[in-house]
Structure formats: structure tokens, C-alpha cells
């Protein structure tokens, strides 16, 4: 843990989830010198969180990006069922499945935990901030914290500023994202932001390309990778988010921004399948274990 890096995240954060996700976020402000709480839904779910962060941990060891040990590391994260627990977090990084009904009220749950002092966050990819934050009792001290999956491997995090989040708040997650070795991008709150709507736009017109016959998944990411520098095809990439992850935000982005984001039918389909990618094994190209 480096003095710098000590000083420019909050000392006790809190991830609420302990999914992929949850736990890439958990891992980024462990190296950052803060003292980690993750609170999970049940015994297994805290197990499998735990299980996650700390081969991540093991990772960052290996590869000498921090010095110490996994036992030494380990001594500064808590996994918990409890979101009371949260209660002396600084920051509380809310990082459930992509529903709004549950981001509410989980949002909800954790806020009534914290002091008046502590700031809240959402990892969305695509919900409306502006619309989570007029559910709280406190909207300026909540923002965006949208993080990149694999987070270790990630460089960006998406900073997404409702029209509620406080001028304090707008500086200080910068500073945090900085704290974490990653490069903050600033933006508004919009459906899709800038990187879901980009994101999604690209794979969703390569999606429907496979659909039409026009190439195969492996050609159409080659031509993405060689011919514009991607360092991941969009189909590849659709594998690495979950194809079903990416459906329900293009769902959204197509209520909301018209029919351009439509899901091609071949995309649901492929949901309906359980091909969803990485996490089954199998979506538009294969995986071993």
C-alpha cells in the first residue's frame, strides 16, 4: 500500500455485491489502501465474493504489483450479510444485478445505514442516476462509479454526475478514480451514458451482422481488432459482459432512446439458449472451463 495511494481513496469503502463486479471494485480499493466491507445476500453468495477478491489478491501478488503477502492483504477486507456493517464506510459502492427495483432498494437499505457524511455510489452501466439519486434522501452525496469488466484489468471508470451530485462529490470521485490507478471519464447522466451507448450500439450492429450472414464472428472481430485497434472484438466483448447483461441494457436503451437499439433476434435467441456468454461456456464463440 503506497502513501499516495492511501490518501486518495476514502480509508473504509463498502461494496454492496460481491459479484464479478463487486468484487473487481472490492480488489481496486484494497490495493488503493482502503479497509473493504462487502456485504452479499447469504452464506454462499459471501463465500464465493471472498473466494473472488482474494484471488484477484493473489494475482496482484504474483504478478508484483503490490509487495506483502495474501494473509497480510486479506486482514483488510470484511465479508458480511449484514448491511449495517456498512455503517462506518466513507463510500459504499453499490454494485447488484442491473434491475432498478432492487438497485432502489438496496440503495435505500444501505443510505439508512450511513452517517450524513458518507457518499454512495452506483456501478450501473446503464440506469438513470438521475432517477436513483431522487429516490434518497440524500442526492447530492450520490454519483456513478461505473467500473469495467474485468476491473483489475480495466483502466476506466465512468464518472456519471446526476443533476442532483453535489460540487464536492464531482471533485472527489475523480480523486478517487486516480487513487485507483484508472482514468476517470466525466459524464452527464444519459440512458447508456457514453460508454454503454457506444458500446452497445457497436455490438448490437455486430450481432445483427452474424444474424444476416455477412461474416463470421471471428472475421467480424478481426476487422475490428486489426483494422481499429479494438483490443477486444465486440462479439468477444459481448461474451466477456454476458449476453444477457447486454440484452437487458439494450432493452433499455431502445425504450428510452428509440429503435436503433432494438435487440436483434438472434441475441435473444441466444439468451433463451443459455448462451451467455463466458459465464456458460458458450455464446458466440467457445470456452474451456
Known amino acids: 500500500m503506497t502513501e499516495k495511494h492511501a490518501l486518495s481513496v476514502p480509508a473504509a469503502v463498502g461494496v454492496l455485491g460481491g459479484g464479478r463486479m463487486g468484487a473487481g471494485i472490492a480488489h481496486a480499493f484494497l490495493l488503493a489502501g482502503a479497509q473493504v466491507t462487502v456485504v452479499e445476500r447469504d452464506g454462499r453468495a459471501a463465500e464465493a465474493a471472498r473466494e473472488r477478491i482474494e484471488r484477484d489478491l493473489a494475482k496482484s501478488l504474483e504478478r508484483g504489483s503490490v509487495d506483502g503477502n495474501l494473509d497480510e492483504w486479506s486482514e483488510h477486507l470484511t465479508v458480511s450479510l449484514d448491511s449495517a456493517d456498512l455503517a462506518g464506510c466513507e463510500l459504499v459502492v453499490e454494485a447488484v444485478p442491473e434491475s432498478w427495483d432492487l438497485k432502489v432498494s438496496a440503495l435505500q437499505e444501505v443510505e439508512r445505514h450511513l452517517s450524513g457524511t458518507a457518499w454512495l455510489a452506483t456501478n450501473t452501466s446503464s440506469l438513470s442516476v438521475d432517477g436513483l439519486a431522487a ?12 467500473f469495467f469488466n474485468p476491473v483489475p484489468a ?4 465512468e464518472v456519471v454526475v446526476s443533476k442532483h451530485t453535489g460540487e464536492e462529490l464531482k471533485r472527489l470521485s475523480v ?4 487513487g485507483l490507478g484508472k482514468t476517470p471519464v466525466v459524464v452527464n447522466d444519459a440512458p447508456g451514458f ?8 457497436i455490438a448490437l450492429e455486430a ?16 476487422a475490428m481488432v486489426l483494422g481499429y485497434k479494438f483490443p477486444v472484438g465486440p462479439l468477444a466483448l459481448t461474451d466477456i459482459v ?17 429503435e436503433r437499439f432494438a435487440p436483434p433476434q438472434l441475441m435473444r435467441d441466444m439468451v433463451a439458449r443459455g448462451e451467455l456468454g463466458r459465464k456458460t461456456g458458450k455464446g458466440f464463440f467457445s470456452y474451456d472451463g
Open 175 to 178: 480523486q478517487w478514480v486516480e
Open 154 to 157: 480495466s483502466k476506466l471508470v
Open 194 to 201: 457514453a460508454s454503454s451507448r457506444l458500446g452497445v450500439a
Open 242 to 258: 454476458g449476453l444477457d447483461v447486454r440484452l437487458g441494457i439494450a432493452e433499455y436503451l431502445e425504450s428510452e432512446l428509440g
Open 135 to 146: 429516490q434518497l434522501a440524500r442526492p447530492e452525496r450520490f454519483c456513478g462509479l461505473h
Open 207 to 222: 450481432i445483427r451482422m452474424v444474424e444476416d450472414g455477412v461474416a463470421s464472428p471471428e472475421d467480424i472481430d478481426n
